[in-house]
């Protein structure tokens, strides 16, 4: 049982961004918001789970929250721990954050190799098991610096939208989305599948996430007032549908 419980802990903490319980429940919304610097991104959600049946735990067991953060590879630093909010309380970290081997991403993330130039960093959080079992909203924060390439800055985001109640096969999009906002002195270009995007200075775009499909951002520095001003003027677009793919994936 110790075997399977670690290697569930590995396969949960390699696999995405969005966070992961290493308990018989599933994810059941996701709300991100994700605000754009020239050298950061803040990235702060709202998640709820729901367990997949009733399970006799013990009172005030604890469910392990895995919260995966993709790092720029030559990152030296780590950046501070996410913070948690549930039910008014605010879990600590309870163990020292881990990085990835890039062999170990790779097996496990179910998606083909890992994305080039980044890492997984992994913190491990308890939650009362009952707030989550009933839907509690977990509120997750947390800072992710921005990997250099050539002038640009670059962002990764990998949801893992894992599969919904075992007897359905699709989820409800209304309860999904991330949103990519810039501040007043950078602009993005946005990939999220076939779909892409710009992103002026001081904008936002909402995206409908789908289950292990990368959300890759390229950010550019406008470093003059006069960029600044054009950059505004063009209004990112919210990301349109098809009305087959707009429909519940339940």
């Not at 018989?24 to 709820?48: C, D, M, N, R």
């Not at 009733?54 to 780590?78: I, M, N, S, Y």
């Not at 949801?159 to 409800?172: H, L, W």
């Amino acid at each position: 049982m110790r075997l399977l419980s670690t290697l569930a802990f590995w396969i949960c903490a390699t696999a995405g961004a969005n966070p992961l319980i290493l308990e018989p429940v599933y994810l059941t919304s996701e709300q991100l918001t994700v605000k754009f610097s020239p050298e950061a991104a803040v990235l702060k959600g709202t998640f709820t789970f729901r367990a997949f049946a009733r399970v006799a735990f013990a009172e005030g067991h604890l469910a392990e929250l895995c919260v995966p953060v993709w790092l720029p590879d030559d990152q030296t630093k780590h950046p501070p721990a996410p913070s948690l909010e549930i039910g008014g309380r605010k879990p600590k970290l309870w163990r020292e954050p881990l990085w990835m081997s890039r062999g170990l991403t790779q097996w496990f993330i179910g998606v083909g190799l890992p994305e080039p130039g980044f890492r997984v960093w992994v913190c491990k959080f308890r939650l009362p098991y009952r707030l989550v079992e009933n839907e509690v909203p977990v509120t997750i924060t947390y800072t992710q610096p921005l990997r250099r390439s050539e002038g640009d800055r670059q962002f990764y985001y990998l949801p893992i939208i894992r599969p919904m109640k075992r007897e359905s096969s699709t989820v409800d999009t209304n309860r999904f989305s991330i949103t990519l906002a810039t501040g007043p002195d950078c602009s993005l270009a946005v990939t999220n599948g076939q779909q892409e995007h710009a992103v002026a200075a001081g904008h936002s775009i909402t995206l409908t996430p789908e289950d292990r499909q990368p959300i890759r951002a390229t950010l550019k520095h406008n470093s003059n007032k006069t960029v600044q001003r054009t950059g505004a003027s063009r209004l990112a677009q919210p990301e349109r549908r098809t009305s087959s793919a707009a429909g519940s994936r339940r």
